[in-house]
Structures are given as C-alpha cells and as structure tokens.
C-alpha cells in the first residue's frame, strides 16, 4: 500500500491567491481528516470526513478555509483567499471505521503564503 | 473536552541508553485508546505505540513500551537501546472509544539521540 499521498509537498503562494492541497486516503479507509500544525498551535484537527461526507468542520479557521470528498478516493482542502497567517504545514490522515483504528498520516504539504 | 500534557518540551539521550517521554491526559471518558506518533526532521507521522484504556498490560512493540497508569491518566513512553534515527518530536494522543477516530494531540516532546 502506498500510503496516504498529498500534494503538493511545498506550496508557496502570494497573499490573496487560491491554495489548494489534495490528499489521496488509504484505499479502504473511512474516515479522512485533515490537520494543520503549528509551532503556535500545534497539531489540530480542521475536518474530518466519513465515507465522503463531512461530518464536523467546527476546526475550521473560517469561511476562507474549505473541504470536499467527492469520492473515496480523493480529498481537496481549498483557501481562498489566502493570508500569510495560513502558513503551516498540512495533513491529510486516514484511518478504517473501527474503534480504536489508529490514523496513517501523509507527508503533509508545507504552506508558505507571503 | 479531552487535553493532553506533555511537559518536557526537550530531551536529550546517549545512544544505546533509555530514556523515558512523560505524557498526561484528562478526561472523563471510562474507555479510550491513547497513541504515540513519531515525527522525524522528514516530517512524517509515524505511528509508535497504541494502548487501549481497559487493557491493564502495557502496549510493547520492540524497543519502545509505555507506562500506562489509567488512575493517575498517565501515558509514559520508554525507549530502550536509543538510537541515532530514534530523533524525532514525539507526539501523544488520545482517541474517544465512541464516535470519530479522530485524535488529540499533545504539544510534543524534541528527542535528540546524542552519539
């Protein structure tokens, strides 16, 4: 298996521009998160989604900030526009519907907006 | 709402020695699964260690095991035999037994193996 796959693996991008990271789960998976970490704030939890539908967005920073599943395959987490306070690195975690399944992370995508 | 305290923003190791990462949580939950995830200088979440809260032994995977002391919500993680690509942040976390998998997170512990 290869893993939970997001793109890209660095984006920098200019204050004001459209940012959009896409994480590929585990095939099988059911759930799908997505995290951002901070040196402030650390590791926290943005959306997370179960078989495709989302179920709590309340991590979310605001209405800048949003997430689509439209298929079990593939997950996009869209800024727009964006501020040099999103600055972060981004993760897309997977993980099977069972109590306990523990969560496989990607790579992340570090974020740099000047 | 479930934190999670790891009070040792550093700590250093001789290689070969042991070393011992402390983490404590809250919660009112009576079942849970707590976690250890490694994150090196490549910046990818590694999974080290998993415990389930009704389970008295403690979880082992090779030269990592934890301290898991469910009345004190206490979740130590120890290293055995440290070495060189055991530097890393190490992050603790906790999972509600009901609903979403998803995790609380500490705000990690930097691990430096010293050869």
């Known amino acids: 298996d290869a893993g939970v796959i997001q793109s890209p693996r660095h984006e920098v991008t200019e204050m004001g521009q459209e940012v959009t990271l896409r994480c590929k789960p585990i095939?099988?998976?059911?759930?799908l998160f997505w995290y951002r970490q901070t040196m402030m704030r650390g590791l926290e939890l943005l959306i997370y989604f179960n078989n495709n539908v989302p179920i709590d967005d309340s991590g979310m920073p605001e209405d800048r900030f949003s997430a689509k599943m439209p298929n079990a395959s593939f997950s996009t987490l869209k800024i727009q526009p964006s501020e040099p306070r999103d600055s972060a690195v981004y993760f897309c975690?997977?993980?099977?519907?069972?109590?306990?399944?523990?969560?496989?992370f990607g790579n992340g995508t570090r974020l740099t907006v000047t | 709402a479930q934190t999670v305290t790891q009070s040792q923003p550093e700590m250093s190791v001789q290689e070969a020695e042991t070393v011992t990462l402390s983490c404590t949580y809250d919660t009112s939950e009576s079942n849970y699964y707590l976690f250890w995830y490694k994150q090196p200088p490549s910046r990818q979440m590694i999974l080290v260690i998993r415990?389930?809260?009704?389970?008295?032994q403690n979880a082992t995977e090779n030269r990592f095991s934890v301290n898991f002391q469910k009345a004190a919500k206490s979740f130590s993680l120890k290293i055995s035999d440290s070495q060189l690509g055991d530097t890393a942040m190490y992050f603790c976390?906790?999972?509600?037994?009901?609903?979403?998998?998803?995790?609380?997170f500490g705000t990690g512990t930097r691990l430096t193996v010293i050869p």
């Open positions: 095939s099988g998976h059911d759930y």
């Open positions: 415990q389930e809260a009704y389970k008295q």
């Open positions: 976390a906790f999972m509600k037994h009901r609903g979403a998998n998803n995790l609380f």
């Open positions: 975690a997977s993980s099977f519907h069972r109590e306990g399944s523990p969560l496989h």
